[in-house]
Every structure is written in structure tokens, then in C-alpha cells.
């Protein structure tokens, strides 16, 4: 009988997050799910473990490095080590370039690149040899954004690709690979809104070749990939899934 792996998912609550507790559970892995959404993160896991496996919804504040640390402790106890980590935790701001203000540009890092660096290094305290990690940046990190106001948001996905790459330099003794995945325009309840605004909507689509938004689950797929023994040889990769917007 094969031994079940064991992976972690932040912003689980919604979203590619959401997408990838559920795409995890299905190819089997037990799960746990974190989010500050405690009811939506507990929502979610439950949808997770109907699917068959173990799974556990826990709210936190990826911000908040002391409970971080203990959720992590609490996560990899419950589920007996821990084998893949994904961070989907992460905030957008709109606010122009010359109207943002110091405080949102830290609140922007603090939550996109510090807690993304809190989880990096917290699953590696709990992994073995053959651990994946599996980052989530944006083609905003690739472009510089692109868009009005997204200057905090695309200087703090430009941190976890760099993040990204260190980390998969300072883990490769520990057999831990580290990649990351930047999505294009992607459904989440993180621009549901401006897609409400069609001009908008359609101008941002017509930028890639494909000339669509991607699916969560579409994300999810690449990011169960990179965090798979069949991505065994690739680590410090950014896998860019955004329709042909780059083309890197």
C-alpha cells in the first residue's frame, strides 16, 4: 500500500487556491488549507476530503509570522510530515502609482512576498529529501505590471520569483525543490470585479493570444505538476501559464 503525500496549501479559501486543495485531494494527497477566511477555508477542505482523503481547514493570517509558524507546526503534526507546499496566499492594489501610499505598499509585501518567505521556510523545517514547492507569482512580476495600478502588486510578485529562485538555491542540499508559477488573467474573486467593466475585460483578454481568462482549476493543474515527481528534475523554474501573454 502506497503512503499518501502530504501537502499545504495558503489562500485556500478561494480562488487557484481553492482549485489546487481540491485538485490535490483528488489525485490524492492529504491536505490541509489555509486561509483568513476560516469559513471558507473550512468549506473547502470539506469539499477536499469528500474526495476522499484527509483534510483540514485552518484559518490564518499569512501576515502574521508567530501564528505562521505555529500553523505550520499544528499542519504538519496532523498530517504526519508534510511533502509539497503551495502559496497561493496573496493580495492585489489598484491604487495609481502616484497615489500609493507607504503603508499599502507594505501591507501588499507583508502578505505577497514576507508570508510567502515565512511559508517557504516553515515547510522547509518539516520537509525531507524529495519535498516540492511550488510558489504563485503573476506575468505582472514578468512585465512589470502592465496595467494602471498595479505597481505594489507587480514589484511584490517580482519578489517571489527572485524569492522563488533563492530559495531553490539555498534548498537544493535539503533535496526540496522550489518552483513558481505566473498566471495571466486568471477567474478569482480577485477581479471579479473589474470583469464586471467588459471594455476593461476584453482589452486585458486581448493581450494574450488565446485571448481569454484562464480557469482556477487550469492554474491548479501546472501547479499539481511542479509539485509532482514527474517535475523531479525541474527546480528555480517559473512556469508561465497565461495564454501566450509573455511567451517567454
Not at 502609482?97 to 516553515?122: H, K, P, Q, W
Not at 471579479?192 to 493543474?221: C, D, L, S, Y
Request: aromatic fraction near 4%; charge should be neutral; proline fraction near 2%.
Amino acid at each position: 500500500m502506497s503512503v499518501k503525500r502530504k501537502a499545504i496549501v495558503t489562500g485556500a479559501a478561494s480562488g487557484i487556491g481553492a482549485a489546487t486543495l481540491l485538485e490535490l485531494a483528488r489525485t490524492g494527497y492529504d491536505v490541509v488549507g489555509m486561509d483568513i477566511n476560516e469559513s471558507g477555508v473550512v468549506q473547502v477542505a470539506q469539499r477536499a476530503g469528500a474526495l476522499g482523503g484527509r483534510s483540514l481547514g485552518l484559518s490564518v493570517d499569512v501576515a502574521d509570522e508567530a501564528a505562521l509558524v505555529g500553523a505550520f507546526a499544528q499542519a504538519c503534526e496532523w498530517l504526519g510530515g508534510l511533502d509539497a507546499l503551495t502559496t497561493c496566499a496573496g493580495v492585489a492594489d489598484t491604487t495609481p502609482f502616484m497615489d500609493i501610499t507607504v503603508d499599502t505598499f507594505r501591507e501588499v509585501y507583508a502578505i505577497n512576498v514576507i508570508g510567502t518567505f515565512v511559508c517557504l521556510r516553515e515547510a522547509a523545517r518539516h520537509m525531507q529529501p524529495g519535498g516540492r514547492i511550488c510558489t504563485v507569482a503573476s506575468v505582472a512580476g514578468l512585465r512589470g505590471g502592465g496595467l494602471s495600478g498595479t505597481a505594489a502588486y507587480a514589484a511584490s510578485k517580482g519578489g517571489v520569483l527572485a524569492l522563488t529562485k533563492n530559495a531553490a538555491r539555498a534548498l537544493a542540499d535539503k533535496g526540496i525543490s522550489v518552483n513558481t508559477v505566473a498566471p495571466g488573467a486568471t477567474l478569482t474573486p480577485m477581479i471579479e470585479e473589474a470583469w464586471k467593466n467588459e471594455a476593461h475585460r476584453k482589452r486585458v483578454e486581448g493581450m494574450a493570444v488565446q485571448n481569454r481568462t484562464a480557469a482556477p482549476e487550469e492554474i491548479a493543474k501546472s501547479i499539481v505538476f511542479l509539485l509532482s515527481p514527474d517535475a523531479s528534475i525541474v527546480t528555480g523554474a517559473t512556469l508561465v501559464a497565461d495564454g501566450g501573454l509573455v511567451m517567454y
